[in-house]
């Protein structure tokens, strides 16, 4: 029978390249293109007034579902994205350095700086006003696009596919994966909820982070044959 009990590897045990990794590397490589493509074509037309009637008719329809059990739900899962995605953050390093994960705790690194960086970069470069709450203060902050979307992305995307790539079995990547997607959607709709975003400003935040995250991939693989290419020629 299979063995579904959880397994996680060693400190610094990377699975080594296979077929199915090398096509993730290229799939990640067309995502990122895509999403550049697909992010300077959002941000184009929400200058342009063009996402006005989309964002209003999504939020509109969202907050038809309000109620103050729904509120309060969606609240939390908000919080997620940000105030306690920080707590989590830490926690994750502090338990990757025990592990001896170097490679991990700095690929997660990497990921959430520059996500941060991209995220008020994009802010003050498309300078979009907020929309009005439904619930409670809306940030002072700009709104496009969603720094909630964005950071929960390259967080919870990337932890799940280093904790995939170090656990066994499939059936437990599987629930990492769905994990980490359930809580990204989850926490982008809450933005949409309560009123402090505008869908377009999310969806351009999913965008932006495929487009970090895809390109960190493809950036650390070539940086790995590169370090093997000096190795055989050595």
């Known amino acids: 029978m299979p063995e ?5 590897s060693g400190p610094e045990e990377i699975p080594q390249p296979t077929p199915i990794f090398q096509t993730a590397i ?3 490589l067309g995502a990122a293109v895509l999403a550049l493509f697909l992010f300077a074509w959002l941000g184009n037309e929400m200058l342009e007034g063009d996402t006005r009637h989309f964002d209003q008719v999504v939020r509109e329809w969202v907050h038809s579902y309000a109620s103050p059990g729904m509120t309060r739900v969606m609240n939390a899962i908000s919080l997620l994205g940000y105030n306690v995605l920080i707590v989590e ?7 990757f350095a025990k592990l001896r994960w170097r490679r ?6 990497v990921a959430m700086a520059g996500s941060l960086v991209l995220d008020l970069t994009l802010k003050y470069i498309y300078h979009r006003t907020r929309p009005t709450a439904y619930f409670g203060t809306a940030p002072h902050s ?3 696009p969603s720094g909630h979307a964005l950071c929960s992305f390259c967080f919870y995307g990337v932890l799940a596919g280093l904790l995939s790539a170090r656990t066994k079995p499939l059936s437990w990547r599987l629930l990492i994966w769905v994990t980490a997607a359930a809580l990204v959607i989850a926490i982008g709709l809450s933005r949409i909820y309560l009123g402090v975003h505008y869908p377009s400003d999310v969806i351009a935040g999913y965008l932006a982070a495929t487009v970090w995250v895809g390109t960190i991939i493809v950036l650390d693989h070539v940086r790995k044959l590169r370090k093997n290419s000096k190795k055989k020629s050595a």
């Not at 953050?89 to 338990?95: C, D, I, K, R, S």
């Not at 991990?104 to 690194?109: D, K, P, S």
């Open 142 to 144: 700009y709104s496009f």
């Open 4 to 8: 579904n009990n959880l397994q996680v």
């Open 104 to 109: 991990a705790a700095l690929w997660l690194t």
């Open 89 to 95: 953050l830490v926690v994750a390093l502090v338990v």
């Open 26 to 28: 290229l799939a990640s």
